[in-house]
């Protein structure tokens, strides 16, 4: 008889975070009340979320001029620009704003930052959403875009990061001398460590998410740096595929993923690891 050491291990924390749950419970309770609820942007980056949220009737309109006057609009919990909040304004749109709170910080503390410093340096992907709506918050000339690992950084002004920022880039930056402001959330800080110790434990990881999401893809790239096998993925049939040859596999979930994903993802390997010890037994 062939021995079968087969391993799983789960990240704390899982499930959505604060700022998610908030804005899809704003959302479901609006869609209850309304026939249609409109969206410009996905309300968060998680496709099996916005797949249910538009089965109760949210719909995704990226077209401002496709959007009806007088509907209902609700802003996505990164955050909406101010130029589009102003035009669904002049279409007469009832707007409810779920934007995260601590997406919000972060515009509080560059807008103090600009205020104190005369400027500030702003660490985050320029074409993700949160960092869209901050830039439409500060006035012109007010900001230095620093990329993602903060490479463009202007050393005379403090510096904050989009809440989903990688902490190891804030961390390198503080070593350096460089004054920053803590913008990062406690959700992205709280899977980083979690995944610290899956990176120490496990040969493989499956990250749970979406691809468009910032800390998931961020999670991703951090174990691949460990030189460990990584599946970026919202698809259980990719997991029972990628954990065949894997002793060791550890499962981590970004921030908007449900957690009854996580669950199936877990069943889903027990299952592949069970038929596998199975086979080698008889």
Known sequence: MTECNKEIHLAFPQGPCFGVKRSIEICEKLLKKHDAVYCIHPLVHNEVVMQDLQKQGLILEPHLENIPDN???????????????AELKNKGCHIVDAVCPLVLFVHKKAKETVISAGKVNIVGDPKHQEVVALLSDLPN????????????????????FQSTTDPRVLQDLRNEGFSVVDTICFATKGRQKALDELIENCDALVVLG??????????????????KKVLLTLDLLQIEQFVQKISCVGIIAGASTPLYVVYDAYDRIVSAYEKICDYRSS
């Open 210 to 227: 979406s691809s468009t999401s910032a800390n998931t893809k961020h999670l991703a790239i951090k174990a691949q740096e460990a030189h």
């Open 141 to 160: 000339d007010s900001y230095i875009l620093a990329g993602e690992n903060g490479k463009a950084i202007d050393p005379r002004f403090p510096t904050v």
């Open 71 to 85: 509907c209902w609009v609700i802003l996505s919990a990164h955050g909406t620009s101010k130029d589009v909040v």
